[in-house]
Structures are given as structure tokens and as C-alpha cells.
Nanobody, 129 residues
Framework: QVQLVESGGGSVQAGGSLRLSCAAS??????????LGWFRQAPGKSREGIAG????????TYADSVKDRFTISEDNAKSTLYLQMNSLKPEDTAIYYC????????????????????WGQGTQVTVSS
């Protein structure tokens, strides 16, 4: 059973920082590869991919809207995915989701919501000006 549980959301003023966590319960058979991503959805907008990784590899993909401000990382020992968010802006306000897929999605494919089958419940991030 796949479970993804986000935490760490909250309210912060513009320029501040937050770190989101995603506790991931995933099957990890021998040689298994999977892709993990962070997404967000603001009211009235479609879900946006903002950061993604293929687990165990060095490559990271970021949306232009968060590049140089957000950092995705993983702690395999804790089975946890993180999103460090710095220099937050009011336009970063959204519900943030982590997602997993049991295959490598490639540099661009990591940010496409339709490529993922497993999702967390989301955590709210609100940035005030």
C-alpha cells in the first residue's frame, strides 16, 4: 500500500521560509525505481508541477517559478521527501502535494501531474504580503 503524508505547511510572511515534508510508504523491491514530485494548486488554477526527482539519482527538475528558491531533497533512511522553500512570495500560496510514480519519468516528465498515480492529501501554504 502506498501512503504519502505531507506536513510542514502554514502561514508565513513574504520573504520567509518553510520546509515541507512528505513521509512516503513505498514498496522498494530490488532494483525498483520511482519518481517523486512536489506539486501545488492555487484556487481556480490547475495543478502545477514545481519539483521532481528520480530517487537515488542526482538530477532535479524545477519549474521556472520556483527555481533558485525551492530545493527538493530526499532522506532514504527516513523515507521522507522534503521541499525547502525560501524567499516565499504571495503567489506561492497554494495547497502543496507530493506524488509518487513507480518508474523514471525523465527530466520533463517529473513535473507532469498526469504521470503520477499516487498522491498525498496536501498541505496548505499561505504567504502574506
Amino acid at each position: 500500500q502506498v501512503q504519502l503524508v505531507e506536513s510542514g505547511g502554514g502561514s508565513v510572511q513574504a520573504g520567509g521560509s518553510l520546509r515541507l515534508s512528505c513521509a512516503a510508504s513505498l514498496y522498494t523491491g530490488r532494483g525498483a525505481r520511482y519518481c517523486l514530485g512536489w506539486f501545488r494548486q492555487a484556487p481556480g488554477k490547475s495543478r502545477e508541477g514545481i519539483a521532481g526527482i528520480d530517487t537515488g539519482g542526482p538530477s532535479r527538475t524545477y519549474a521556472d517559478s520556483v527555481k533558485d528558491r525551492f530545493t527538493i531533497s530526499e532522506d532514504n533512511a527516513k523515507s521522507t521527501l522534503y521541499l525547502q522553500m525560501n524567499s516565499l512570495k504571495p503567489e506561492d500560496t497554494a495547497i502543496y502535494y507530493c506524488a509518487a510514480e513507480f518508474r523514471s519519468l525523465g527530466y520533463v516528465g517529473r513535473l507532469a501531474p498526469d504521470n503520477y498515480n499516487y498522491w498525498g492529501q496536501g498541505t496548505q501554504v499561505t504567504v502574506s504580503s
